[in-house]
């Protein structure tokens, strides 16, 4: 495993955990878990072959990583009732994203 692909999946624990700390200070451990627990979203790379591709971008690839879903995930943060599982997508979205830009730029 890369180093890139190291650094990725530490940023989807580090990147949650932070915004929970720093947003929601009175229930971070609940919040954090509520935006981990989010990362159920990746269960669609089962669908992909090769299973694993360090060098596949997920965005527009996977189908929960395309973009009329993203905009559903940016929805959900609108409300307070599901703000939490809409951020931690969000979140999930952006990180893959940056993911991508890195790949193409190295």
Known sequence: MSARSIAHLLLHAAVPGLIAWLFFR??????CLIMLATMIVDLDHLLAEPLYD????SIGFHPLHRWPAIVV????????????????LVIHMALDGVDCIVMKAG
Not at 26 to 31: F, L, M
């Open 26 to 31: 009175q229930q971070w451990r609940r919040a």
């Open 54 to 57: 360090p060098n596949r971008c």
């Open 73 to 88: 995930y940016g929805l959900l943060t609108v409300s307070r009732r599901t703000r939490l599982i809409g951020l931690g």
